[in-house]
């Protein structure tokens, strides 16, 4: 089995602090006493984004990103409450405090490190196109004047708006908007995670991903400026899952597979 996937994350806190938007704030509030004290970790995790967060056939939150935060609550030691968020509403419900963390398929960026921080990033993707098996649509480079149905507050409506300025693209609340859109004919083409598209092939013979992969999505789990306490337990974690090889069998359960040999700390 691979060991290299988290090996940077030893010595990342001290590494991290001396990056913007990093700057450690030694009198911030200890939030993991907070949260001990309240008996509970409130994380934030989409609902409607098969692999990383979604609601099961016995309609309970399931997912790759909610195994993350479940082995974060268990190294603080409280139970975990999970709050349905979208990719709006994940970073406002932050910051005002209705959760502790946020792990929803987020794209850590470096625009990102203005309003809030992250760990060290946990999961790699990339965006693509998905289309009806008889498109003629091969690429970016082919949408000109096609309708491009998107998630609404991500990174993949800003790099389809620039990769292919002459589409029309329609911003939706969330993945399954979107992919509805598509389905119905309403859109040409959906465009988002390969993982994600991936499962909405996967259960819908009339689709095929075309085109590659648009960009590099390093995905991170965001915490409050300032949250040192947090990040650390959250990058503790992270450790830990690795070399215990917990991460591998998440990786396979959920994506299938070996995990990377590396995911990059640092946003691109």
């Known amino acids: 089995m691979k060991r290299r996937h988290f090996l940077t994350i030893a010595g990342v806190a001290p590494a991290l602090a001396l990056l913007p938007g990093f700057a450690r704030a030694d009198d911030a509030p200890d939030s993991i006493a907070a949260i001990k004290a309240r008996g509970k970790l409130l994380a934030g995790v989409k609902m409607d984004t098969p692999p990383f967060g ?11 990103d909610l195994d993350i935060l479940r082995a974060v609550a268990a190294t603080i030691g409280v139970p975990i409450e999970f709050v349905r968020v979208t990719s709006v509403t994940r970073i406002p419900l932050l910051l005002s405090g209705n959760v502790d963390v946020v792990a929803a398929s987020m794209t850590h960026t470096r625009e990102r490190e203005h309003t809030i921080d992250f760990s060290a990033d946990y999961y790699v993707g990339g965006q693509t ?21 998107v998630q609404q507050g991500t990174t993949l409506a800003k790099n389809i708006a620039t990769l292919a300025p002459k589409a029309n693209v329609t911003a939706f609340r969330d993945y399954d908007a979107a992919w509805l859109a598509l389905a119905q004919g309403r859109a040409d083409v959906l465009t988002g995670s390969l993982s994600i598209l991936e499962g909405f092939a996967k259960n819908n013979d009339g689709f095929k991903i075309v085109g590659g992969l648009l960009s590099k999505e390093p995905f991170g789990v965001g915490m409050r400026h300032g949250d040192w306490a947090m990040r650390d337990a959250v990058n503790a974690t992270l450790q830990d899952l690795w070399s215990s090889g917990a991460y591998a069998k ?9 995990p990377p040999e590396q995911i990059e700390v640092y946003p691109q």
Not at 54 to 64: I, T, Y
Not at 133 to 141: N, P, Q, R
Not at 250 to 258: K, V
């Open 250 to 258: 998440l990786y396979q359960t959920w994506f299938g597979g070996e």
């Open 129 to 149: 196109l998905l289309v009806p098996k008889a498109s003629t649509i091969t690429g970016v480079d082919t949408l000109d004047g096609k309708r491009v149905a």
């Open 54 to 64: 979604f609601l099961n056939e016995q309609n309970e939150p399931a997912g790759f």
